[in-house]
């Protein structure tokens, strides 16, 4: 039986031990340089504020404009180049990809297809530097994120701005859907991109790439349990070998990645393990018959008739309360219409589309809890919490992380359900909108990837530099170990090779001049 444990690891660490060398120093260094993405707050701070004197043709003018039967799941009023527009959302659902439709606001033409030259404009005015055109992809090695689906394609634009940046600008709306600084392309070629194993995205591959992923980490998970136990059984803990040491082996290599095993072992197991799990293999953290359901909270689609107020004046209700809208998003909640005003810092402002509403800060908690009991029909609520502080499943982490672009704000209401899933949903009184679902399978997702991914509990992430030490000692352990192996399997491998180069040699029989 050890024979065979031997051979497993040996022959899996040949296959796999580089793989996993290239995961553990990319890990450190999506530690500080993230997968580019453009978040909300960079988009923002980008934004001129929306004028109400420029603005804006009535929404059943603009939603006639955009020309879908199907009422839209998002609506923003932005600024696009220097102009007011409405941009109309729709995810990805059945067989229909997710799509996204813009409106001119001031005079309620529809873009049906937005130019190099435009594109470089918008690039102009959103950076406030000149730019070089690039082209247009449907996807390149920046932009794999599904977010981007209903903005494809989209033009590269590189800019002269002190980071040489790179914007993504849609080919569909306009807007700038992406950028990438020059240090965040140069980290993320040993970074994201190798980590997540993005060389094999948009070729042939990609409709293996899920697969390959996910069976990569199994075996890789199966090479450092072996591996683990090999290293144990190997070590003495009573009597030390002839030579005096704990360890068999007296060969350097050999000698380090068995130390490095012992303390890295345990270490490379979760590290892989849990990178299985990010993937969800086999939807094993999807629940049968989850019955969260966000329709009833919002209670109807996004029509003009929930809306009694124009946007134009809605800015205007804003601008009175003293926030300069940079954009606003519209939102049915409890059936009626909504204008969430986005501002410069974060600052946000709610008003109900009303003619005799007037903006404030957050709704009533008392309201959020009503509405949101329908959020599990048939279920009741057990506990409603006002969070006024993160814990382990409700917390925010730094921007260039996976997750760091979605804004999580306190306080939040948490409420709790009695349903077979225990499920739990977390609804921001500051826009009102009901943050998804967290229920047995997803909390348990995020004890087997999130934390054993990058042990970001919020009191270790909170206890900066010592998180960083950890994590990058961590790391080391791993790298050091499939660094070793990395060279135990080449030996092997070229001793084999050699091998097999000799055998034909002593197996001639010798020629009459020998």
Known sequence: MKRYLYLVHR????ALCLFMAMWFFSGVVMMYVGYPKLTPSERLSALPSLDPARCCVDLATALAAAGERESPQSVRLTTIGDEPVFVFGWGARAANPARSVAVRARDGRRATHVSAEEALATARAFLGAEGRYDGLVDEDQWTHSKALDGLRPLHRVYMSDPDSTLLYVSAVTGEVARDATRVERIWNWVGAWIHWLYPLRGGWLDAYWRDIVVYSSLVGTALAITGLA????RWRFRA???TGARTPYREGVMKWHHLAGLLGGATAVTFVFSGLMSMNPWKIFDLPGSAFDPKPYYGGALAAERFHLEPAQALARFSADGLAAREIELRVIDGEGHYIALGAGGATRILRAAPDAAPSAMLPFDELKRLGARLV?????TAATIMESYDFYYFARAPHTMHGNVDKRLPVLRLEFDDPASTWAHIDPYTGAALGRLDSGRRASRW???FLHSWDAPALLEARPLWDIFMITLNGAGFA?????????????WRKVEQRRLVPTLARPPSPAE
């Open 11 to 14: 022959w899996l660490g040949v």
């Open 230 to 233: 090999v290293g144990v059984m």
């Open 240 to 242: 030390p070998y002839k």
């Open 377 to 381: 029909p048939g279920a009741t609520v």
């Open 448 to 450: 087997l990837f999130a």
């Open 481 to 493: 170990l499939s660094a070793t192996g990395v060279v135990i399997g080449w030996r092997r491998l």
